[in-house]
């Protein structure tokens, strides 16, 4: 029985920022499907995978607000009155970090002080705030499985700045006692994800690819071992996390029990549809900054928060290609 069955947000305002993104998009139409007022902000920014399609189904069950999370008038309007708020905005694509470096940190940490400072200075306590982090924060594991404790020497300047974001997030909850939590998600993938560019995770680039009659090209020989959620249960975790008081304060790894080499995924992806996978060499700008295997632990979730994955590599792909084969159109552009 998945333990979210026996809550709910019934009558509770939720605010998701980010809301037309992969991440913030299903956990919208989870939010309204447990009962909570559900109201959305989205930039529409190219840099962060929104589509209005992803809420086409539940468009009258929400109230959506277009503005920029550094509109700091209206973030401040709409942090108001709020019970939960769900921190998924980012510029999450780590190419386009090192190109812009200053835009990422503008979004992915300027804007995160903003959110805590009028949090804060709301003086309303009882507000509950969960932050995404990312597990590319860790960068080169020196110690596997990795767990919270480990280290972080990121590779790229999106996972350093939602490192940094993290901290702050964490720090306003000692210094300040709010009611802040972080998750990091690994490679997640499934329905409303963006399969359109390379730009964000691999994986649900693969299941563009696939869906597509093409092929899913590989670096080397692939063997580097990731970690892969399917995004039911990442948002799982998210809910769990806002509803537990156990949680405040810290952060968590939401990661699978199973782990898989890139080519296991590119392979099961590709099955999708009628390509094949190719084998090419590495790109001296890539393998530079290879982190090689990741393996993570998700111990402390599963005892603090009684979280699990339910879907296996497969299961989730399947439910994939059932979402988006009908709708192609809409996330091809």
Wanted: glycine share 6%; hydrophobic share 35%; net charge negative.
């Amino acid at each position: 029985m998945n333990i979210l069955s026996s809550m709910n947000f019934t009558n509770k305002n939720i605010l998701i920022l980010g809301g037309l993104g992969f991440i913030g998009s299903n956990l919208a139409k989870k939010c309204v499907e447990l009962g909570g007022n559900v109201t959305i902000v989205d930039s529409l920014d190219e840099n962060c995978g929104g589509n209005i399609f992803n809420i086409e189904s539940f468009k009258d069950d929400i109230q959506f607000k277009q503005f920029n999370i550094l509109d700091d008038i209206a973030l401040k309007d709409s942090l108001t009155n709020q019970d939960y708020v769900f921190n998924c905005a980012a510029y999450s694509s780590h190419a386009e970090s090192m190109r812009n470096p200053e835009n990422n940190l503008d979004v992915n940490c300027r804007a995160v002080i903003n959110i805590l400072e009028i949090l804060k200075s709301n003086h309303d306590d009882e507000v509950v705030f969960v932050h995404l982090g990312t597990t590319s924060q860790f960068g080169k594991l020196i110690y596997q499985p990795a767990d919270e404790n480990h280290p972080e020497f990121p590779t790229d300047i999106y996972s350093a700045h939602k490192s940094l974001s993290e901290k702050y997030v964490l720090l306003y909850s000692e210094a300040y006692g709010m009611k802040n939590s972080v998750v990091r998600l690994p490679n997640t993938y499934g329905p409303r994800a963006s399969i359109h560019s390379p730009n964000f995770t691999f994986n649900n680039y693969f299941i563009g690819l696939a869906l597509q009659n093409k092929n899913i090209s590989v670096y080397g020989s692939g063997e580097q071992l990731r970690n892969n959620v399917y995004v039911d249960d990442a948002i799982d975790a998210l809910i769990l996390s806002a509803l537990s008081n156990e949680s405040i304060g810290q952060v968590f790894l939401a990661t699978h029990n199973d782990h898989h080499t890139l080519s296991e995924i590119a392979e099961a992806t590709s099955s999708l549809g009628l390509g094949k996978v190719e084998y090419i060499d590495w790109p001296e700008d890539k393998k530079n900054i290879e982190v090689g295997h990741t393996v993570m632990s998700n111990r402390k979730i599963k005892e603090i928060l009684n979280w699990s994955p339910n879907y296996s590599l497969q299961e989730g792909l399947d439910l994939a290609k059932e979402f988006f084969e009908s709708k192609l159109e809409s996330y091809i552009k």
